[in-house]
């Protein structure tokens, strides 16, 4: 005899979503799925698995995902180096180019689904999570830039957040490049003239990526950090002029804001403006949707030029979110369990169910027989509010028994095997 096999697990980070919490899933779905046509994005699904240069080349060499937190390997069948898409836009941007979908305009577009970093797995950051993406390609903004806002605070809306105070809006700009490359040399020549307070970690990042300076968490590095000079000073007018408008945009929908000039953003994609909903709830993943502006992307990628603007929101973190302040899906119990003392009765009762079903009544059928007693714990846990009993007194006049569940003083009522239909509504109501 063999050993009993250890079970195998799954991959770190990686997580099994499985009943009771899927139906959060499925919740936050659907409201996705409806808001979504209510604002004119389309849905779009793009390859999990790409060309590993598409990454190197939208993301920029010099940022956390693709320095290191990229699952990128060799496809053994034929020597091509692939990545596990760590984020949704430059796919999207990819597909729109070789398909050239922007050929009739402008394209609002969104997807969700996985996305694979890694990372040092905790509560709010896995190896494998979920983004909801949303991207506006070929309007210029900022019009679109506070639409995509203000989707988002109707999806804090439909799922009972409060913006404000279970979520807030920080924003910034990020203006051109050329005005960010004046404001690089500034900062450089900034932390040079003061070389000796710089960190190792500072030092390493002065001619690569001194914005990331800014984000150092060394206190003694702080006094300097505030005293960097800021990009806001370096904005031109056209750039300052689109911050202004989109400003003016939120405040005309009455949605409060913060600016914060610290806010960067990982990918060096953007241009203009960006911005992030963060929660005091989550802790360090506090961040649970981050987007902006990357005007330059499509035209990096190879396509031709066009503006793009748009967000990756962390399904993870924002169910969380949820989970933390009670927010729970409505309730989604079937309306009746139908309970089958004999299995060999089921010829005569599998047609009435359907017919139910096929009038809308959400209906758990027991299966696999068993006693009365052990059918009628199933149905009271499976939260039905009618138990329909196929008992074989019943089904010899030619009826089945509704059952109130939840209301122990309803009277039991008898209903005809034959014209299902005409009674499913009944189970519908209550
Ligand atoms: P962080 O600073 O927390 O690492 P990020 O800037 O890397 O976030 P983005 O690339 O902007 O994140 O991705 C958009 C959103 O996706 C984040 O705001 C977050 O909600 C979610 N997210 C990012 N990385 C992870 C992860 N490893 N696990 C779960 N959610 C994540
Ligand atoms: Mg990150």
Known sequence: MAAAMQPLQGVKGMNDILPPESAAWEW?????????????????????????????????????????EMYSFEDSMNGD?????????????????????????????????PMFRHERPQKGRYRQFHQLDAEALGHAGPDVDAELILLLR???RELGLVEGRDVSLEINSLGQPDERARHREALIAHFQAHEGVLDADARRRLHSNPLRILDSKNPAMQPLIEAAPRLADYLGDASRAHFDALKAALDAAGLPYRVNPRLVRGMDYYTLTVFEW???????QGTVCGGGRYDRLIEQLGGKPAPGVGFGLGIERLLLLLQELGLRPPEDAPHAYAVVPDAASLPRVLPVIETLRAAGVDVLMHAGGGSMKSQFKRADASGARHALIFGPDELARGEVAVKALRDAAAPQAARPLDGAAQWAAELLRT
Request: no cysteine.
């Open 28 to 68: 936050f779905e659907d409201v996705v799925r409806r808001l979504m046509r209510r604002y004119g994005y389309r849905n779009v699904r793009t390859p999990i698995v790409e060309p590993t240069a598409l990454f190197v080349r939208g993301l920029g060499e010099v940022t956390d995902i693709v320095e290191k």
């Open 81 to 113: 180096r692939l990545t596990l898409r760590p984020e949704g836009t430059a796919g999207i941007v990819r597909a729109v180019i070789e398909h050239n979908a922007l050929y009739n305009g402008p394209l609002r577009v969104w997807t969700l689904g």
């Open 154 to 156: 109707a999806l804090w």
């Open 278 to 284: 963060v929660t005091p709830h989550l802790g360090a």
